[in-house]
């Protein structure tokens, strides 16, 4: 019988150990808790508005539909068991595998406060984006019916925690939906006197990419109405109110919609790998892999992606960038044939292509090897890579059209509020006094 592969995770990752091994001797079993790919870099624009979930993601099955050697379950992996090489699923049904690769992916790190998850959402899956539109469209619906000038004010404070990419384009968006896409919506305010705060910890925005690249992210979102805070850490997300301290002072806003951006940890599926194989860990919970991407001592399991902790190439661990869990996929591929093969495989490197984040409306940056471009041109590259990673034509072709559709008219034609309206507590005790919206400002 042919080689058994085990793929968890259908994430970029996933995806490409699959394609890969696509008329090799093998059977594959792809396992993902959804029965869909989605296209994470995009989310965001699920969130504001911009796009509709569909438009981002795609079936597993339809995406191997042609390939053979695949089979798709939408089931959730709860044990490993490296000893008989079996992994065992959220309904007790147990998989053997010859060789496995776990690409499940990241969560997002509340750094010991799991708390202020229910009052500042991450973003990483469909709900998240749906979860977080509900909410911001769900506060300018209540700004148009309080008539108190201040709790007004409150709905219409929206903070976003974290300065990387995903928080940048998050904020980028959000300040054009409420400054620009809906401005003549409402008749009780003025949509452009809603607030949009960034928060980070750091000096600077996008810590990855060169200093002048960060410094022009911070000058364009800035023309785009957004009040960048930069060595801001939080104390506190509760109902209504963010709580920050920078340098010795400490600051309270009040806000009904606080995102969070501010960082990933692994999801518990690497908990689990590590002490059943023994693998080292990091602080993060990301596995410590070898550097042909597998697990110490266990050779035909492999981890790749977001939770792998590899630093082998430069002495720190890769950057959790679609990019990086496509290359390592491939590579892992690779691997499995050329031992099939019986031949040897040389250490995984990484090829780094460069960075790229878009801020809004003509206004992006991007590293590309030794090139640092901004502005119109970036955000043209933006769009041209964004179409190709993404999988399907029907879903380049649905996003082209929308985007055009956006960038002509300003609109933003998923502003669907789906589910529950959101609608938190506006008990005194939750909320500063008067409603103070005190923000320290760049």
């Given at each position: ?12 990752g996933g995806?490409a ?7 090799a001797?093998?059977r ?6 959804r ?7 995009l989310?965001y ?6 796009l509709?979930?569909a438009e981002?993601?795609a079936?597993?099955r ?7 050697n695949?089979?798709?379950l939408?089931?959730e992996?709860?044990d ?5 090489r ?15 690769v776990?690409?499940?992916?990241a969560?997002?790190?509340?750094f010991?406060?799991e708390?202020?998850?229910q ?9 998240d984006?749906?979860a ?5 469209l769900s506060?300018?619906e ?10 007004r ?12 990419p995903?928080g940048?384009e ?15 919506e409402?008749?009780a305010?003025d949509?452009?006197?809603a607030?949009v705060?960034l928060?980070e910890?750091?000096?600077r925005?996008l810590?990855a ?17 957004v009040?960048?805070?930069?060595g801001?850490h ?14 010795e ?14 960082g ?14 023994g ?12 550097p ?7 050779r ?6 977001d939770?792998?902790?590899y630093?082998?190439q ?6 959790g960038?679609?990019?990086v869990?496509m290359q390592?996929?491939?590579y892992?591929?690779?691997r ?7 031949k040897p495989t ?7 292509k ?24 970036a ?11 993404l999988?399907?034509?029907?879903n ?29 507590s506006?008990?005194?005790?939750s909320?500063p ?5 005190s923000?320290?400002?760049e």
């Amino acid at each position: 019988m042919m080689p058994h592969v085990v793929i968890v995770g259908g994430g970029f990752g996933g995806l490409a150990v699959a394609r890969r091994l696509r008329r090799a001797p093998v059977r594959i079993t792809l396992i993902d808790k959804r029965n869909f790919h989605l296209f994470q870099p995009l989310l965001y624009q699920v969130a504001t508005g911009g796009l509709g979930p569909a438009e981002i993601a795609a079936p597993l099955r339809s995406l191997f539909r042609k390939q053979r050697n695949v089979r798709v379950l939408c089931a959730e992996v709860v044990d490993i068991n490296p000893q008989t090489r079996a992994l065992t699923l959220h309904d007790g049904q147990v998989i053997d595998w010859d060789y496995l690769v776990i690409a499940a992916g990241a969560a997002y790190h509340y750094f010991g406060h799991e708390e202020w998850a229910q009052h500042a959402p991450g973003l990483k899956t469909i709900e998240d984006a749906e979860a977080i539109r509900r909410r911001v469209l769900s506060a300018l619906e209540a700004a148009e019916r309080e008539t108190d000038p201040e709790r007004r004010q409150a709905w219409l404070n929206f903070v976003i925690v974290g300065g990387g990419p995903t928080g940048v384009e998050l904020a980028g968006a959000l300040a054009e939906l409420v400054h620009v896409t809906v401005r003549d919506e409402y008749r009780a305010y003025d949509p452009r006197t809603a607030r949009v705060v960034l928060l980070e910890g750091a000096p600077r925005l996008l810590t990855a990419y060169p200093e002048p690249l960060s410094e022009n992210a911070r000058r364009s979102l800035q023309q785009l109405g957004v009040e960048v805070v930069t060595g801001a850490h939080v104390e506190q997300v509760a109902p209504g109110r963010v709580v920050y301290k920078r340098g010795e002072e400490v600051y309270e806003f009040a806000a009904q919609v606080v995102l969070w951006a501010a960082g990933v940890c692994a999801v518990p599926l690497a908990q689990v790998l590590a002490e059943r194989t023994g693998a080292p860990t990091d602080r993060l919970g990301r596995v410590i892999v070898e550097p042909d991407l597998s697990v110490p001592n266990h050779r035909r399991i492999f981890v790749i992606g977001d939770m792998a902790h590899y630093a082998h190439q430069t002495g720190a661990p890769l950057p959790g960038v679609a990019p990086v869990a496509m290359q390592q996929g491939q590579y892992v591929a690779q691997r499995i044939l050329n031992e099939l093969q019986g031949k040897p495989t040389p250490p995984f490197r990484y090829w780094d292509k460069g960075d790229m984040a878009v801020i809004g409306r003509k206004a992006a940056v991007a590293r590309i090897g030794r090139l640092r471009l901004t502005g119109w041109f970036a955000w043209l590259i933006w769009l041209f890579v964004h179409l190709m990673f993404l999988v399907g034509f029907e879903n380049r072709l649905l996003v082209l059209i929308q985007w055009a559709w956006n960038y002509f008219t300003r609109n933003r034609r998923a502003r669907l509020i789906t589910g529950e309206p959101y609608t938190p507590s506006l008990s005194a005790d939750s909320l500063p006094d008067r409603y103070s919206v005190s923000c320290s400002k760049e």
